[in-house]
């Protein structure tokens, strides 16, 4: 049998892509590196389907119809340059490999330019959705040769993910390293995502002194109107289950978080692109500081202060939390479009912003119904450089800016930390404010260092030193924006 496409890689995620394809009229060719996984795959999930079991990259390769389509998911770094080297001397022109794991976008950038020198197409996927995603229709966010679209788009809007209105959560993101890195926002999005509910529930938990019956419920009711979403269904999973002994699974959870780097790619990122990725970045640094357990429980027996419960209104706590966490997902969302808006100038790609937001509308970890309302503000002003400008947006925060301040000044007064609530009412109040203290900021540069300054009373683009102390000279250092 000639297979209408090949997959590299049977760990879950492959195992799971692999099933998805033939599930939808595509017969798929299989190759993993040790040969067990192969034949326990064909033997057991595979049985009787359309797949072929290959030993060899020789036998791979001549097994796919042309131009061959080549999903390779291994994992990221040199696994992937590796197999591209490989592969490539088995390949005809027009032969095109598909990158399906997490790789650093300029690696793939890199790579669709050695690869493309070679006669062949490249393609850098995203691919979001964890096991169940693959398995069942994942968010996919292809970019690379645009020559490969084409020929890679029936098998990638046949396997992935639906909207609601039955539009594919899957497009072409642009050349290059797009489709990685469009994929490295949205994890930064959802590291703050995660983030913000783990602040909220910890406000909950300790601040109130909630059961887990109780918050699971609060979740559950929320996930029914604005917050519905993935992240916060699944939270309310996590919260109603039971190990089999009785005891709530969560509270044995060691509180370590771990992390893979794809949140700390868009905070380098975006000091890369000078964009005030404040909020995401505070949630990789509290994964960074919850990593210090074992400095935190010394820490907690010898630093002072305590964390109080509080006295007042617990119900109107509880709804300042929901209003607060909606706002802050706004703020979060606002500063990662930020930066692909940044990046996409920077880097000379055309991002469909409004596209994107569909394409995470399905199937992937930050999927909500909130990202409908993204589309809408992209479609009504392609051009729109924040979210907050947008009218839906700007109401939605402005009308919960209130319970955003309350619920912040609540966790601080209670000992309780809230790096991202705290992170986004900073941003908004710092996007929103006309005057800023970076003129004493320049002041200071201009007297250390002689880095310049603008003024107000001149036109823009003029730049001024100052002799502060009346002991240096005219001399500048040339380095106004470093």
């Given at each position: 049998m000639t297979c209408d496409v090949g997959l590299i890689g049977l760990a879950v995620m492959g195992e799971n892509l692999a099933l998805n394809m033939e599930s939808r009229g595509f017969s798929v060719c299989v190759y993993n590196r040790t040969t067990e996984r192969i034949n326990h795959f064909m033997n057991g999930r595979a049985q009787g389907k359309r797949f072929v079991g290959a030993t060899s990259l020789e036998d791979f390769v001549g097994a796919l119809s042309t131009p061959r389509r080549?999903?390779?998911l291994v994992k990221a770094g040199p696994a992937v340059d590796e197999l591209i080297q490989q592969l490539a001397p088995?390949?005809?022109?027009g032969d095109i490999l598909i990158d399906g794991g997490n790789s650093l976008y300029t690696d793939t950038a890199r790579r669709v330019r050695?690869?493309?020198?070679?006669?062949?197409?490249?393609?850098?996927s995203g691919v979001s959705g964890g096991e169940e995603g693959a398995l069942k229709g994942p968010s996919l966010m292809p970019g690379g040769s645009q020559a490969a679209w084409t020929h890679i788009q029936p098998i990638f809007q046949s396997i992935c993910a639906r909207t609601p209105a039955g539009e594919p959560c899957c497009d072409w993101m642009g050349d290059g390293g797009a489709g990685h890195f469009v994929k490295m926002i949205h994890n930064g999005i959802e590291y703050g995502d995660m983030q913000l509910i783990c602040e909220v529930y910890d406000v909950l938990h300790r601040g109130l002194g909630l059961s887990n019956a109780a918050m699971c419920s609060i979740f559950d009711e929320w996930n029914r109107g604005e917050l519905d979403s993935y992240l916060v269904e699944i939270t309310r999973d996590i919260l109603g289950y039971v190990d089999a002994d009785g005891t709530a699974t969560i509270d044995?959870?060691?509180d370590k978080a771990g992390q893979k780097g794809t949140g700390k790619w868009t905070v380098t990122s975006a000091l890369d692109e000078g964009s005030p990725?404040?909020?995401?970045?505070?949630?990789?640094?509290?994964?960074?500081?919850?990593?210090?357990?074992d400095e935190r429980v010394v820490a907690s027996t010898t630093l002072g202060g305590t964390t109080e419960r509080y006295t007042g209104d617990p119900d109107a706590l509880i709804q300042d939390l929901r209003q607060a966490l909606y706002a802050a997902k706004i703020i979060s969302y606002a500063q990662g479009y930020q930066l692909m808006r940044a990046a996409g100038q920077s880097?000379?790609?055309?991002?469909?912003?409004g596209g994107i937001a569909l394409t995470w509308r399905g199937g992937c970890i930050i999927r909500s119904a909130f990202l409908g309302d993204i589309k809408t503000a992209f479609d009504r002003?392609?051009?729109?450089v924040n979210l907050l400008l947008d009218p839906f947006f700007r109401d939605a925060v402005v009308s919960r800016q209130a319970a955003l301040r309350r619920v912040v000044a609540t966790a601080v007064t209670l000992g309780i930390p809230v790096p991202c609530l705290s992170a986004a009412l900073a941003y908004w109040d710092g996007y929103r404010s006309e005057r800023l203290p970076a003129n004493l900021l320049q002041a200071q540069r201009d007297y250390f260092g002689a880095h310049t300054y603008e003024r107000i009373d001149r036109p823009r683009g003029e730049v001024f030193h100052t002799n502060w102390t009346g002991r240096g000279g005219s001399t500048t250092s040339q380095t106004y924006t470093k």
């Open positions: 080549i999903v390779m088995l390949l005809a022109a050695e690869v493309e020198a070679l006669g062949l197409l490249y393609v850098g044995v959870i060691l990725l404040t909020l995401i970045a505070e949630s990789v640094f509290a994964r960074c500081l919850s990593a210090a357990k880097l000379g790609w055309s991002l469909n912003f002003d392609p051009a729109l």
